[in-house]
């Protein structure tokens, strides 16, 4: 059974960064396709990065702020947010497919088959 359970959330000011986790346990990050999404309140699941052994893309919106990296003997997933927005406010989610196609999808689409919880970030103005 595949579990993700995401962390580092909290809230900053605008220009602020914070670094977040997803510890995944029955799947390994170094294989198949991860993501991070989020999503804010009236707004659907919107996609920021995906990555798999051989590419990674950013959403426009992130491209240079972000940086997803991943600790293989600590099978867990990283996101970098750098230079926060008031816009980049969201519950952020970590996603998993052992289907490496998923990230080929541009704009990045939520076909995902595991989950996590999810963190919220809040970035005031």
């Known amino acids: 059974q595949v579990q993700l359970a995401e962390s580092g959330g909290g809230s900053v000011q605008a220009g602020g960064s914070l670094r977040l986790s997803c510890a995944a346990s029955?799947?390994?990050?170094?294989?198949?396709?991860m993501g991070w999404f989020r999503q804010s309140p009236g707004k659907e699941r919107e996609g920021v990065v995906t990555t798999e052994p051989k590419r990674t893309y950013y959403a426009p919106s992130v491209r240079g702020r972000f940086t997803v990296s991943q600790d293989n003997a600590e099978n867990t997933l990283y996101l970098q947010m750098d230079s926060l927005k008031p816009e980049d406010t969201a519950v952020y989610y970590c996603?998993?497919?052992?289907?490496?196609?998923?990230?080929?999808?541009?704009?990045?689409?939520?076909?995902?088959?595991?989950w996590g919880q999810g963190t919220q970030v809040t970035v005031s103005s």
């Open positions: 996603a998993a497919d052992p289907n490496r196609s998923r990230c080929w999808n541009t704009p990045i689409r939520p076909v995902f088959s595991n």
């Open positions: 029955g799947f390994s990050v170094s294989t198949g396709c």
